[in-house]
């Protein structure tokens, strides 16, 4: 298809797609005159994921281009493109290795991915650390800071029902097709149900509160 | 105690407390001389709750002037103060009302809350619609608009488990004494708990991708 076509079906503005080729988002159309390019749907499938990406997950372009180079890598298995590919997503500030906060925090993360079983997240021995980690430690810095509950028994009731949506999550991956499409999907989930869960949880807790403080 | 001890022992600097005073974000301290002023355990708490609020939350002040405000409400029960509060949180972009996906969405979201009898949201009737609810219907478009899974079948389970993550959310309330100090709390640690449910579900996925599609 031509670009007005990849437009049309895209939803997206065809200077919104030229400037996603420029930026090396979306691979070259097949060149056919000088002026013009052919698209297939790979690249209409490209440019969804850049959409769940850039305009719904607000991710810098930067960033988005590190996720997607991530994808490409054909010699890495699954498994592995899937995790660097949700390892290029943003994570929030790394955690201040210089407050001594840090160093508690590190220890109950670690504690709580082993009674977990999570031994492969690279929270320990000669891998890199995973980002969301990182993320997790700083959230628990947060916490500890201004006193709230951040212990190792109050964050496990939180890991369980993770592990749960997790499982939902890659069941919904694997409805999809080939590999690449999984991986695709996999990463455009991550992002895409993050604010569904987080409204979801804010709806949950005013029930949950008129049930147990509400009064008519 | 006076201004220096209450930054010493809140850990924020003297300039932020007087920038968090003039704003309107704390209440002043009892004056004891034209230049001093005491302030007491109730300004460390509200202290406590701005910095979740603004330093880790992100959340601009202007939002967190309106949480504070509902807090403060002494005429409404516990459960409507949360609700209030909660509801002054950002909740991202409100729906685009032309957007025919709009319409099919907020018919999903809603037959999701019925299912779950949730009726209590603000999602019918003369209630006004939680801004948590309208976070939830802008999520649903972005993943129709995207062809990505958004069926009431593909959102119920992780309905069902943010319903449970809310029992979990208001136990640690309730841990809190006064009606004052939960309420506080409630909206805290909605805040500060969202980091670590997203980071613990980035690394359950990888956990869970891991033992699906991981080889050594």
Same mark, same amino acid.
């Given at each position: 298809?031509?670009?007005?076509?990849?437009?049309?079906?895209?939803?997206?503005s065809?200077?919104?797609?030229?400037? $996603?080729?420029?930026? +090396?988002? #979306?691979h070259?159309?097949?060149?056919?005159?000088? /002026?013009?390019?052919? $698209?297939d749907?790979?690249?209409?499938?490209?440019?969804r #994921?850049?959409?769940?990406?850039?305009?719904?997950?607000?991710?810098?372009v !930067?960033?988005?281009?590190? @996720?997607?180079?991530?994808?490409?890598?054909?010699?890495?298995?699954?498994?592995r493109?899937?995790?660097?590919?949700? &390892?290029?997503?943003?994570?929030?500030?790394?955690?201040?290795?210089?407050?001594?906060?840090?160093? %508690? %925090?590190?220890? /109950?993360?670690?504690?709580? #991915? =082993?009674?977990?079983? &999570? !031994?492969?997240?690279? %929270?320990? +021995?000669?891998?890199?650390?995973?980002?969301?980690?990182?993320?997790? @430690?700083?959230?628990?810095?947060?916490?500890?800071?201004?006193?709230?509950p951040?212990?190792?028994? =109050? #964050?496990?009731? $939180?890991?369980?029902?993770?592990?749960?949506i997790?499982?939902?999550?890659?069941?919904?991956?694997e409805? $999809?097709? /080939?590999p690449?499409?999984?991986?695709?999907?996999?990463?455009?989930?991550?992002?895409?149900?993050?604010?569904?869960?987080?409204?979801?949880r804010?709806?949950?807790?005013?029930?949950?509160?008129?049930?147990?403080? +509400?009064?008519?």
């Open positions: 298809m031509r670009l007005a076509e990849l437009s049309a079906r895209s939803g997206v065809t200077a919104t797609i030229k400037y $996603y080729l420029r930026e +090396g988002l #979306l070259p159309g097949r060149r056919i005159t000088v /002026t013009q390019a052919e $698209y749907e790979e690249h209409l499938r490209r440019l #994921l850049v959409r769940a990406l850039i305009q719904v997950g607000r991710i810098p !930067n960033s988005a281009r590190e @996720v997607l180079a991530a994808l490409q890598e054909e010699d890495l298995d699954r498994n493109r899937l995790g660097v590919a949700v &390892w290029a997503l943003p994570h929030g500030p790394a955690p201040d290795e210089s407050d001594p906060a840090t160093e %508690a %925090a590190r220890r /109950t993360a670690g504690q709580l #991915l =082993d009674r977990l079983g &999570w !031994n492969h997240c690279g %929270a320990s +021995g000669d891998t890199p650390t995973a980002p969301a980690y990182d993320m997790l @430690v700083t959230a628990i810095v947060a916490l500890s800071r201004l006193g709230y951040c212990a190792l028994e =109050d #964050l496990e009731p $939180y890991a369980r029902a993770m592990q749960r997790a499982v939902t999550d890659l069941d919904v991956v409805r $999809y097709e /080939t690449d499409e999984q991986v695709e999907a996999a990463v455009a989930l991550t992002v895409l149900y993050e604010p569904v869960l987080l409204s979801l804010r709806l949950a807790e005013a029930e949950e509160s008129r049930r147990r403080f +509400g009064g008519k």
